[in-house]
């Protein structure tokens, strides 16, 4: 009789009731047709063929009941688990398809269930990474002018000496105050536009012109280190669809940033491409560069590449956040490359301006 399960490697639960059923029908057919034949019983072969028949059906209903009914005992507690949710008290049985391979149907559900909830364990430990490494950082970037205006108030406070000094003190404390007064406000920012509570105000305008109008504002800054801020081509109108004045945030910060983080007598090049839909605008330098490893982390909020330099340079370290979620804010793109020594491009991209 095992002769029938090897019909189907992976019978369904239907099959498997049938199965069954002809197995104990036909071990019974066979004891009666040998007590026939041994004269032990005087029951005519009609009526042998008719019990075969009696118990295979009702074997075939016993076994399929108490298989469903097995099924959704076991469907019921495993459903429970991977989605979180009360199955009816009642123990009758939900609407099991006895033709399909439901226990296959359930296994692909739960391997998808647990891939999903590997992954949401993950992001879930990667959250919890960047919150304690958030805390860390906004700890420690205020804990910095907080101390160092303490040691100035407590310095005057403490000592008698001259006016000219007293203001010098005064005025140092002053920018960390300025400082501290700096990363709230971008913090504020940041978490307003992940809210979704600056509403753009979207024009069309010409990009050209107002990046030749951030240049022209951090000329004194560019002055200073002997900077050259220049256009990669000839100067052409080139529209865009944005919101201007976060737009000009975003070349005020990556412009700026270049000639900080770059040695004297640097060059900075601004430079436009179209990409049919969208038209790419890019900032390179050619000054230090920045190692592979710490690109994919840039936009992180705090994140500095060389911690005493960037803080020399001045800044919240909130600035590439914040120029990230003003472009993805405009559901647009921003990426970095760059090298070592030979320096670093950072592109955003902006719709084309409405005709």
Known sequence: MLLFFYISKNPTPRLLAILSALNTSIALLLLLLGLKWLDFILLSYVWIIGLFIFNF???????????????????????????????????????IDMRNHIIDKVEREVVAWAKGWTQEIHFLKQAEQFRREFIGNVSHELKTPIFNMQGYLYTILENDMEEDLQKKYLSKA????????????????ISRLEAGEIKLEMQTFDITELCAEVMDDLEML??????????????NTVKV???????????????????????????????????????????????????????????????RVDKARTREAGGSGL????????????????????????????????????K
């Open 57 to 95: 059906i009702t074997s075939f209903i016993s076994m399929e009941g108490g298989l469903r009914l097995f099924i959704y005992r076991k469907i019921k507690l495993i459903y429970k688990t991977i989605h979180k949710i009360k199955a009816p008290k009642t123990d009758a049985p939900l609407a």
């Open 174 to 189: 002053i920018e960390n105050v300025e400082r501290m007064a700096t990363i709230v406000e971008d913090l504020n920012e």
């Open 222 to 235: 560019a002055n200073q280190k002997q900077t050259q801020l220049e256009f990669k081509d000839e100067l």
């Open 241 to 303: 669809y944005a919101d201007r004045n976060r737009i000009r945030q975003v070349l005020n910060n990556l412009i700026s940033n270049a000639i900080k983080y770059s040695p004297a007598k640097s060059l900075v090049l601004a430079a436009f491409y179209d990409l049919d839909a969208n038209i790419l605008i890019e900032i390179s330098d050619n000054g230090l560069g920045i190692a592979e490893e710490h690109l994919p982390r840039l936009f992180e909020r705090f994140y």
């Open 319 to 354: 600035g590439l956040a914040i120029v990230k979620h003003i472009i993805e804010a405009h559901f647009q793109t921003i990426h970095v490359r760059s090298r070592i020594g030979v320096g670093s491009t950072f592109g955003f991209t902006l719709a084309k301006g409405k």
